[in-house]
């Protein structure tokens, strides 16, 4: 654990307001996740869409009693901006999310079951076309390495259905360096895009340290870029943070919440050298790791030099208003 020294003001903030000189073929394109518990990211997708190729507005769970598509409720529905062909790709994330974690046995019931899997299916393509979505983000987090059948199986049926009804792209989730349980290249043939969750460095279960550092980024995209290659991969950066407190939960935090957090505590938030990331803290009480415009266009950078072209903004409302400058092309 890195201890936390409060002081002046983060070094390097004004620096990252430019617009980023992307590194690679062709130009970069932007997707942007909303979620239907937290009206903040709406906000943030009706006030930035011009600014982004994609929005993952839409929410549909696989139930976890029956493995059937269901809608969440209060997910957003894509308006008549979103529909034009000038408007961003709206976009739904396809989930065994529910409650408060996610259910890998959803997954693996499917794909023991034939005629619940043909139906889930041509379910969540139906859902999906009904509401106006254009592709899909299928995240099945929580499978392990034996496992790797039983989701390859899942997604190249859902895939193949939303294809037949016309939805494209279609993207299955990875988190950045579990390549045992999410390889990348067997699940090609029922995806389009592999999206690599490219933070989580250090997440609520672990000590407190960054988020996503440059060098960690690094690293485990070169994993994935040798998987598959650049042009098949889309890149989800970190827009949030985490309160680590002990004896409590650790808390999701927005970059405006870790602010106000330093400034009960008198300080601010600084720049750690070595990861590029926000912090500020109060020993033995909390500390909080956050993410900001500077560290995004780091880590757009780094993608740039293995000529990565697609990135994906985990998630909406949660911002450092500067990553706006950033994205301007």
């Not at 259905?161 to 494209?168: T, Y």
């Not at 349980?181 to 960054?210: F, N, T």
Request: hydrophobic share 45%; aromatic share 6%; with cysteine.
């Amino acid at each position: 654990m890195i201890a936390l020294v409060l002081g002046g003001l983060a070094v390097g903030i004004a620096g990252c307001a430019s617009a980023l000189p992307f590194i690679g073929r062709g130009e970069p394109e932007y997707w942007g996740f909303t979620v239907p518990w937290d009206p903040r990211s709406q906000v943030s997708a009706r006030e930035h869409g011009a600014s982004l190729d994609a929005i993952v507005a839409g929410w549909i769970a696989l139930d976890t009693l029956t493995g059937q598509p269901v809608a969440e409720p209060g997910a957003s529905a894509p308006d008549s901006a979103g529909r034009r062909a000038s408007g961003p790709r709206q976009m739904a994330i396809v989930t065994t999310f529910a409650g408060d974690r996610f259910h890998p046995e959803v997954i693996r019931a499917l794909a023991n079951s034939d005629s619940a899997l043909g139906a889930a299916a041509q379910g969540v393509a139906r859902r999906a076309v009904t509401a106006g979505y254009r592709g899909l983000v299928l995240d099945f987090e929580g499978q392990t390495a034996r496992d790797r059948n039983v989701l390859v199986k899942v997604v190249r049926a859902i895939g193949d259905s939303a294809r037949a009804r016309g939805l494209h792209p279609v993207a299955v989730a990875v988190p950045a360096g579990d390549t045992a349980s999410y390889p990348a290249r067997p699940l090609l043939p029922g995806a389009d895009l592999i999206l690599v969750m490219l933070y989580d460095e250090h997440w609520a279960g672990s000590r407190p340290g960054s988020i996503a550092s440059p060098d960690w980024a690094r690293r485990q995209l070169g994993v994935r870029v040798g998987e598959v290659g650049a042009d098949r991969l889309v890149v989800s950066l970190p827009l949030h943070g985490y309160a680590w407190r002990p004896n409590a939960a650790t808390q999701v935090v927005s970059y405006a919440e870790a602010r106000g957090l330093a400034a009960e505590a008198g300080g601010f938030l600084e720049r750690e050298p070595a990861s590029r990331t926000l912090r500020a803290g109060r020993p033995g009480e909390w500390e909080v790791w956050v993410s900001d415009a500077e560290l995004v266009r780091a880590l757009i950078a780094e993608a740039g030099r293995s000529n990565v072209r697609r990135f994906a903004l985990w998630r909406l409302g949660l911002e450092d208003p500067a990553v706006w400058e950033v994205l301007k092309r």
